[in-house]
């Protein structure tokens, strides 16, 4: 979840900027390492581009790689907030503020009062630090000469805010917010992570179909209820909606945005229905139409999810800045080499995570897939919260990135090394590859989902499962 309007100022900016100062003194400098631009990253878009500039497809998708966002957190109106009677000129700061420039513009234009939402999001030591540089007095920002009463700490915040929302833990006031008092959010993300362990735990020391499939070796048939435990994880992606995200990408940390949102959400279903479907087709024991419906329906989802991805980015992205294509600031020191290799190895997983859900035989690989995306969310939340950095960020994606591997390879090991997991490696490559030479991904997936169909169970070996 996402704290209420104005959000944390504790962020610490993967970029060198500086607010200017209008004493013609030297202001605060604040600096990090600048990211990447490119989609690539997300969990939720298969290299999907949208770049203006007239350039050949190939070198769009390899420009993904190598170039910088920008690293300007300054929007061009004025945006003035008062926190405690003292008035804050934020403009250079606006565009990485984790809650985004829009909840500072919305104060800043009506004029209103920012103490009751500034105290309610549960500022840190460091963004009262923070605050002051942009601290106004006698029309001036970033003046020295404020008297001490009215520099503005936690203490003295804590005296005139509300005495209830004060006296809890401040863990308690960045994990439960005002849109979501009783935690609901938080609670079906606790459920799901302990869904992953259990399912996880299955597959490597047990039924590798982890309770999705018919157990084979364990004496037991298809479990009844097994689709059932896949409706909180969806649940959790819906009421991801109740929070305030920014439009907008933010500037020096990664943090969900509302396009980010909405694909989520697109490929949770994905993964879910796929899940749900190869389940169907294990506990009616694979009769010819339950397999028909499980093939369809699979490589529909695929197709409407990348159209829906689609529709989502048209919609939610926004073009006043560049910070809106979906960038992944990485941590100080990260070089630009590493970053490269790092992004490819995500966008090669999202490619395998499509394949994972047109192979359509072991249950469980559509939904071992379903882990790193719903991570990525809970990572992005705990950055958001400055629970964790960047690096813990990028450290905990990469690693839940590596349970649907060894996952593969446990399938590998119990088909006696059969075609099925070669075959989806095979796959999952050229798909990527001819992304990156620029191909329409409706032109690599539609042709993949057809012939998928078409095939039916010729090559793979879905019985045992």
């Not at 500034?118 to 601290?135: P, R, T, V, W």
């Not at 490929?267 to 369809?296: D, E, M, N």
């Not at 990348?306 to 048209?314: G, I, Q, R, S, V």
């Amino acid at each position: 979840g996402i704290s209420v309007a104005c959000a944390s100022f504790e962020s610490k900016p993967a970029y060198a900027f500086s607010v200017p100062s209008l004493t013609g003194r030297p202001r605060r400098s604040f600096s990090a390492r600048p990211n990447l631009n490119t989609q690539l990253w997300s969990t939720a878009n298969d290299l999907e581009v949208h770049d203006a500039a007239p350039t050949p497809k190939s070198l769009r998708q390899q420009h993904r790689f190598n170039t910088t966002a920008s690293a300007d957190s300054q929007i061009d109106d004025e945006c003035i907030l008062t926190i405690h009677g003292v008035r804050y000129d934020v403009q250079a700061f606006a565009l990485a503020h984790p809650g985004g420039p829009g909840i500072l513009r919305k104060f800043a234009h009506n004029r209103a009062d920012a103490t009751r939402a500034f105290e309610a999001a549960g500022h840190s030591e460091m963004a009262y630090e923070m605050l002051k540089d942009f601290a106004i007095v006698d029309g001036e920002a970033g003046s020295d000469d404020r008297s001490a009463d009215t520099m503005m700490t936690p203490a003295t915040a804590s005296a005139s805010a509300s005495a209830t929302e004060m006296t809890k833990p401040l863990w308690r006031r960045k994990l439960f917010t005002m849109e979501d008092p009783i935690g609901v959010h938080k609670y079906l993300g606790i459920f799901c992570l302990l869904h992953f362990a259990y399912r996880y735990g299955q597959v490597f020391f047990g039924d590798t179909t982890a309770g999705f499939g018919s157990r084979a070796g364990l004496g037991l048939g298809a479990s009844a209820t097994a689709g059932l435990w896949l409706i909180p994880h969806v649940l959790l992606n819906l009421s991801s909606f109740i929070f305030h995200v920014p439009r907008e990408r933010i500037v020096g940390k990664p943090i969900i945005w509302k396009e980010y949102r909405v694909h989520n959400l697109v490929f949770v279903l994905r993964s879910v229905i796929c899940t749900v479907l190869c389940w169907l087709s294990v506990y009616h024991k694979h009769a010819p139409s339950w397999r028909r419906v499980a093939l369809i329906g699979s490589g529909l989802s695929i197709l409407g999810a990348n159209w829906a991805a689609d529709e989502a980015t048209k919609r939610l992205q926004p073009a006043e800045n560049d910070s809106s294509v979906a960038s992944l600031p990485f941590w100080e020191g990260c070089t630009l080499a590493t970053q490269r290799r790092i992004k490819k190895f995500y966008a090669y997983c999202q490619f395998m995570a499509t394949i994972s859900c047109l192979t359509i035989t072991n249950p469980i690989w559509p939904f071992v897939v379903l882990m790193p995306i719903q991570m990525s969310s809970i990572l992005l939340t705990l950055v958001r919260k400055s629970i964790i950095s960047a690096r813990g960020f990028h450290v905990g994606y990469f690693v839940s990135l590596l349970f649907p591997f060894f996952a593969a390879l446990k399938h590998f090991g119990e088909m006696r090394l059969a075609v099925d997991v070669p075959l989806a490696f095979t796959l999952g490559t050229a798909a990527f590859l001819l992304r990156c030479q620029g191909i329409s991904k409706y032109l690599v997936w539609g042709p993949m989902v057809a012939l998928r169909i078409a095939l039916g169970d010729r090559i793979m070996n879905y019985a045992m499962w």
